[in-house]
């Protein structure tokens, strides 16, 4: 447990640091760009061609939210009330993201040294030993050393009934791992359906502040501007679906390799309990 907490906050630690990375980038950038427009800070004096000393009309000042600034910490900032659930999902999506690829990796699932010291144990002069298996299983705690060790309290049973103990520990450990996994592909498909809902709103609220104007006003201008800012949650609900998805689908596939490899290691170990069959009886208290 304390390991697991432990992977949480360094999740969370480095979730942080990425967000002030894109935040400070985005600064940066948006910076820049009010750097470059005429008429910026260096307040340079523009004169007309060929004639000395008359300056030109002040250039036009760009429209605020127009391509100078438009950036993703803008965009952010300008996406309304329907941003907080999408920051929140994408908090989850990145917590969840590093903490699986720390605990869906070879060395905690199927751990080497495991393996090697079971393939010794089956090639012991003496013959296989459950009891040294399962204290081999005890000292490298693992989704496999738990399966094995499943396997193990059925030893001098029946074939079937040791089959089906490692049928029902393995679907156990896979669920487990597959746990959080479910978080990734809900956020994937709930993120571009709350950055639609922002955007209907969006819409509605930009035709109908078009319809508030007094007359003589540019509507049209207006509700361009209503209808990109209303965008903006689609465009940020896909920015979190996209990367949850690949992530998921990943962490997916990962999980029924490393499983496929646990059952192999399992019906490798099959022959040398097999013959402890109605001879012997083993359990955890033994140990």
């Not at 447990?1 to 979730?15: C, E, G, N, Y």
């Not at 903006?232 to 490393?258: D, K, M, N, Q, S």
């Amino acid at each position: 447990m304390q390991r697991a907490d432990s992977r949480m906050w360094i999740a969370i630690w480095l979730f942080c640091l990425s967000i002030g990375s894109i935040g400070m980038l985005a600064w940066n950038d948006r910076v820049r760009a009010q750097d470059d427009t005429p008429g910026g800070p260096q307040g340079a004096e523009v004169f007309n061609d060929g004639v000395a000393g008359e300056p030109n009309e002040p250039a036009p000042s760009p429209i605020p939210g127009g391509p100078a600034d438009l950036n993703l910490l803008t965009l952010l900032l300008q996406g309304g009330v329907f941003m907080v659930p999408l920051v929140a999902l994408s908090v989850v999506v990145a917590t969840i993201t590093i903490e699986r690829a720390l605990v869906v990796r070879r060395s905690t699932v199927l751990p080497t040294v495991l393996v090697r010291e079971l393939a010794e144990l089956g090639r012991a002069s003496g013959g296989f030993d459950p009891r040294q298996a399962y204290r081999v299983c005890q000292a490298y705690p693992s989704a496999a050393a738990r399966v094995i060790q499943a396997m193990l309290t059925k030893v001098g049973r029946p074939q079937s009934e040791v089959e089906h103990s490692v049928a029902e520990a393995s679907q156990r450990e896979a669920e487990r791992l597959h746990g959080n996994v479910r978080w990734l592909s809900l956020s994937a498909q709930v993120a571009p359906l709350v950055g639609l809902l922002g955007t209907v709103w969006g819409m509605i609220q930009a035709f109908y502040d078009t319809t508030q104007l007094a007359p003589g006003q540019n509507k049209s201008e207006a509700l361009a501007e209503g209808i990109y800012t209303a965008l903006v949650t689609t465009l940020y609900g896909l920015i979190v679906a996209i990367p949850a998805a690949i992530a998921a689908h990943w962490f997916e596939g990962r999980i029924i390799r490393l499983f496929h490899q646990i059952d192999e290691l399992a019906f490798s170990l099959f022959p040398q309990v097999e013959r402890f069959e109605g001879k012997v009886r083993f359990s955890r208290q033994e140990d």
